[in-house]
């Protein structure tokens, strides 16, 4: 395998390997962005609806399920074995970084169509064209799944997935790469799936090992609240969606209301947090680092 290979390299050249990863992974993003354009369609504004709830057409719906999600971790995050509020400084230290890129990603998109926010159902202030509760949304919801992540870790004794997680990771990064490739044309959905097997594919080459198990376990569960949050923000549970997408840039398949994409934009977005998060946990970002 490569990473054992990598350990006899000269600290020169596995940095030009770093800088080969991410410039491929940046250049072929920026390369399907440049080539593509948004073809015209319009942004759905209607979904089939598994079952309206009368309490949620408020245009505070957005800012609700902020305030709901984001709860659980300062609620629970005092408890003494997990200690959580602990890691509270390294947690949004590593989101920084993370929510630039999201929220500057989330502006273009908007503002080239490839997905829209309903009026509906945000109170109406926005931060360079993004309601202000989708800022809050790349904050909150990944520090609530950090806690779900700090929290498996003080009950699991061993890493889960051990015998498999090699491979497990080998496979996702031609997944994602794969299904980036694939769906070119569709610009939602090759983004997050390229962005996603690149970082994977550093992480894999170039991070210390121990905790993509781990990573695994959480993102699994988190699919659980996810799919009820973004279920509600998609349309499932309203006249009409929060978030709104233009059908001809991204996969095509749904769960229930929530577009398939987002799952690649979930691990993507989570991942790095905890990539970050663990590299400051441990002062070391990369195998062989000084």
Known sequence: MLQPMLSSWTQESRDKLKYLVIFAGLSLTGLMWYTNEIRPGILLPVVDTISPIAFFETKWLYAYLLAFTGIFPFMFGFIPKPDFYSQMPKVFLANLPVT??????????????????????????????????ECLFFIIIPTACTFIYWSLNSVLAKEPFAGIENKLTITLIVIFIGIGLWKWEHIYT?????????????????????????????????????????????????????????????????????????????FLMLFANIYLFEAMRKGQYHTGDK
């Open 100 to 133: 630039l890129f999201f929220i500057l990603w989330d502006i273009y998109f908007t503002r080239q169509g490839v997905w829209g926010f309903s009026k509906l159902y945000t109170t109406g202030y926005q931060i360079s064209g993004l309601p202000w509760e």
């Open 190 to 266: 090759s983004t997050a799936t390229l962005l996603s097997g690149f970082l994977l594919l550093f992480h894999w080459l170039f991070a210390k090992p121990g905790y993509r198990g781990r990573f695994y376990l959480a993102y699994l569960i988190t699919c659980i609240p996810f799919l009820i949050v973004n279920g509600i923000l998609t349309g499932g549970f309203t006249e009409s969606p929060v978030v709104m997408y233009n059908p001809e840039e991204n996969f095509g398949i749904r769960i229930g209301t929530v577009p398939v994409d987002d799952f690649a934009y979930s």
